[in-house]
């Protein structure tokens, strides 16, 4: 069945396409469904000259699809291929001609959109918390996956910055969700393009190598070492981001992969593979000899030679580990120009960066393991004849006389070295001779002047703010003060008057036994508490009011 087998033409001599319609519910990006709905669809007929925007509203109507109309668009079931709704069917006859071509029963879908379910996408990941960021970071990978479109559309709307933020403050479940995500926008070209471009994704994959996590290590590992087969200029976009990364931190070059490469024991075998691939990939990339010795010579700073010795020393260690670091000192050897006999580049599986510029140095860098062994001193050799024997230093005499025996200058016998008394005192003249300069000099230079005038200005900045807390919080202190003064005057009078009833219960009973007021240590008559007064209370009020204003204008 063909696509002109389809048209049919009335008496004006307009063309009508009928197909089947269908839409899909995806007004929601994160529990959206693959299945179009109705199960059996009806049938709708285009106008092949008019624009499918003008008839979209007819089979949004048709199929009452719960999708706001502005926001929907036309893809058909067969590609997948969104349909430009400016453009009507016969300028868009390619995709319909594939379309009756498979013969099965094919529709034109109805859904969202590309740009409103990005859009809805990255405000889901920015607003989202706990469980449900949990279950949209989890569906991410998938609904990439599903629709290969949305991806470039989703970087397009700086859509990896929102994942980046997003996992700087997640956990390492979280982390691991959008690492997967990730891995699949890398799967795609424009996605991949995407992550070339965006330097921030490449400086946080390397960043997560020094987690504590071995899963987010090893997906970090793996996502990089794509990134850099990807292509060869790869190589120099992960060298600038790993030079901004341990430059921020104030570490060597490569220290998250050395850290890796440098644990002993409980390290798992697959991550060291993964490491040491992606360390000898760049270098292999390297456009130039001094990045090349630039990195390696980094990495022997951080004593990779014994690492590598280590490794392929260790009796029953992993072969392709022990492959990986072979390639490492034959990548080494080869640039210093010290490769043994026979192609070993050829047989290790090695490809060389034969187009290396050489370094621009006069004379021709080598690595830093060369260099330390060349400059090991060798022993001298032994002479024909018997080399002369020096002269002995004569012994200096002592001074006989001298008017103070403390500051003679005795001489040691062998090499004249002044006395200990005397080099005391030299020691302490010098002291107070320096610290009576330096005493001078600091008074009279302009930087001292410069520190005292800005320690004086630390002062008065410092008694500034004290005086003004002071007036904040003395009122306080004075209302806290008074309350605890009123409580304990109110206590004191409520004891009072409970020992004066309790004496005076005592005697009108008549049993006091021979105690009296003054054993009982309670005056006879009590004096009544004072009341205070409504008036007084109000002065006191008045008196507090103008009391807090002298503060405040203080």
Known sequence: MSYTNQLATVENGSQWLTCRVQYLDDTDPFSSTNFPEPTRPPSFTFNIDLPLCEQISGVHRLLKAPHKIGDCTLQLSNTSAYLDLDLSISEQREEFESFFADGKRNSVIIRTQLSVRVHACIEKLYNSKGRELRRALFSLKQIFQDDKDLVHQFVNADGLTCLIKVGAEADQNYQNYILRALGQIMLYVDGMDGVIQHKDTVRWLYSLIASKFRLVVKTSLKLLLVFVEYSESNAHVLMKAVQYVDARKRGHLWSNLMDVLGEKDGIDTELLVYAMTLLNKTLSNVPDQDTFYDITDALEEQEMEAISQRHLNKKGNDLDLVEQFKIYELALKHEDGEEEGGDTSTAAGIKWNRDRKKSEMSVDRKSRRRNSLSNIPTPDPVPDDPPTPEPTPKKAPDPVGSPKPWAQKRYNQTNGIVDSDLRRTVKLEQKRLNTTTSYISSNTS????????????????????????????????????????????????????????????????????????????????APAPPQRSYASSRVLEQRKKQREQLLMQQ
């Open 446 to 525: 302009l930087e001292d002047n410069e520190r005292e005038k800005r320690r004086k200005e630390r002062m008065l900045k410092w008694s500034e703010k004290e005086r003004s807390y002071r007036r904040q919080i003395r009122p306080k202190l004075e209302d806290i003060i008074e309350s605890e003064r009123i409580k304990l005057e109110r206590r004191r009078n409520y004891l009072n008057t409970e020992k004066t009833a309790q004496n005076n219960h005592t005697v009108e009973n008549g049993y006091t036994n021979g105690v009296t007021h003054e054993t009982l240590d309670v005056p006879p008559e």
